[in-house]
């Protein structure tokens, strides 16, 4: 691919130089040793300084920019009309098109008021796949979260470009047995993130969008990652690569009645939220809401220097040669990974590898942790930091997911292809060692969320 530059050269650079240095802390072996034992063996409970490489997660750990830092100083603290508000609303209206834009400090509380205005017993709230806390806000308004995810986006080998689609007839046969009256609102999770962070195509969108007209129904995007599912559409839908990622990411929301952002991701700052709202009367008790809970409708729990960056973080995000080299360093550690013999699920997300546990420890059952031993063993052998998600974080009460992966999840502009490379050369000789990962069982674990908090003893 050619660079934006027209330059020849192939080789897709970080686009950015280096201004600010924060160090990373070298451990020795020995000293991992004592850390993961003395954290009973989960990664959760240990220090963040004595990580090399945290992956443990792509939200809130992103670099922001010198005019994004700039910002920070700029910004105004005003607690009504701050200027840092104007700017932010600007920003996300030339953005996306919507008029009405509700600051909230993260991405679960917009979904919190939301779902306190919109759901209810007896709701059911459709989505290609819901994310955790969003499961969680509805299921705690009363209402129930039902995933219709297409098949291959169910399969870890298949190689279908937008495999975050949510199943449409699947959406009409819902709507068709418990009725419209049952449905407040259809939801699209950009990209998906429960789903291996797949992007959802254009067409789908629009053909979501036509089951709600019919029946009325308002469609909400859970746009968190609006950005790199906009440059997926670009780089793979049919008659889409001739488009800007604005004119796209316009269309998107403009096929939408209203949105939950967690600014954390594709905001390109380490805190920050939006609402985006049409419909007048729901924006009316919005307001009311975050005004209770979150803050004035010009700040909503954050600083006029948060709102600054975030201004700032979304009209970065949309560069072209950002997202091209995002999503194409994300791939290239799977492709490595793949090339390494390594299982992962395929193809690459936009924001996460996730490697396949189960076939990387064939030796360990879902029972003993196939996810938790190589996120141990990562650790131990190279200060490596991921997150299992797996039988550890969804197998409670005997039940097993049906998927035992590690995820790899890499902050935004936060690390070097170098960096990268050791991740790879790591994996790579933790797997050929793999027989050496050993089982482990729970020692503790708390009633509910326990992949935070458990305790682990290794079962040699
Ligand atoms: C992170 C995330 C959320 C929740 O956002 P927070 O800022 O963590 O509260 C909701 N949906 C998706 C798809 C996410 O990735």
New binding site residues.
């Given amino acids: 691919m050619e660079t934006e530059a027209g330059a020849n050269v192939k080789t897709i650079i970080e686009p950015f130089r280096i201004k600010v240095v924060e160090p990373i802390r070298m451990t020795s072996r020995q000293e991992r040793e004592t850390i993961i034992r003395r954290a009973d063996f989960n990664l959760f409970r240990i220090h963040a300084e004595d990580v090399l490489i945290d992956l443990l997660t792509d939200?809130?750990t992103g670099a922001m920019s010198s005019l994004q830092w700039a910002g920070v100083m700029k910004g105004d603290e005003s607690y009504a009309g701050a200027k840092s508000w104007f700017a932010l609303e600007r920003s996300v209206r030339e953005l996306t098109g919507f008029e009405q834009i509700l600051p909230t400090h993260?991405?679960?509380?917009s979904?919190r008021i939301l779902f306190e205005l919109m759901g209810g017993e007896g709701k059911i709230v459709p989505n290609n796949s819901h994310?955790d806390?969003?499961r969680a806000n509805i299921e705690h308004s009363g209402a129930k979260a039902v995933d219709l995810l297409i098949e291959e986006g169910k399969r870890p080998t298949s190689r279908h470009p937008f495999k975050g689609n949510m199943d449409v007839a699947a959406l009409e046969r819902l709507i068709a047995e418990v009725g419209v009256g049952a449905i407040p609102l259809v939801m699209l999770?950009v990209t998906?993130?429960?789903g291996g962070g797949q992007p959802v195509s254009l067409e789908n969108i629009r053909a979501v969008r036509r089951v709600c007209d019919q029946h009325k129904l308002p469609l909400f995007l859970?746009a968190?990652?609006f950005a790199e599912n906009a440059y997926f559409i670009k780089s793979r839908e049919p008659g889409q690569a001739d488009r800007t990622v604005r004119e796209i990411v316009r269309e998107m929301f403009g096929l939408a009645d209203g949105a939950?952002i967690?600014?954390?991701?594709d905001g390109l700052v380490n805190i920050g939220?939006l609402l985006l709202l049409r419909n007048a009367e729901l924006v009316r008790r919005a307001d009311e809401l975050l005004i209770l809970t979150e803050g004035f409708l010009t700040y909503g729990g954050l600083a006029g220097r948060d709102l600054e960056a975030m201004a700032q973080g979304f009209e970065e995000v949309v560069h072209e040669d950002y997202l091209q080299y995002r999503i194409r360093s994300t791939e290239y550690l799977g492709e490595k990974l793949l090339a390494a013999g390594v299982q992962i699920v395929e193809p690459p997300g936009g924001h996460a590898i996730y490697i396949d546990a189960a076939s990387f420890c064939p030796h360990i059952p879902p029972e003993r942790f196939p996810g938790q031993a190589l996120v141990v063993g990562l650790y131990r052998h190279a200060g490596i930091r991921a997150c299992e998600i797996g039988s550890v974080m969804f197998g409670k009460g005997g039940q097993r997911p049906p998927m035992e992966l590690v995820r790899l999840a890499i902050p935004r502009r936060v690390y070097t292809q170098s960096h990268i490379d050791y991740v790879i050369e790591a994996i790579g000789e933790v797997h050929a060692q793999r027989r050496a990962l050993a089982p482990l069982e729970i020692a503790e674990e708390p009633p509910s969320l326990r992949h935070f908090t458990a305790r682990f003893r290794e079962l040699a």
């Fill in positions: 939200s809130g993260q991405g679960r509380a979904e994310f806390t969003t999770t998906n993130n429960s859970d968190c990652r939950t967690s600014a954390k991701k939220g």
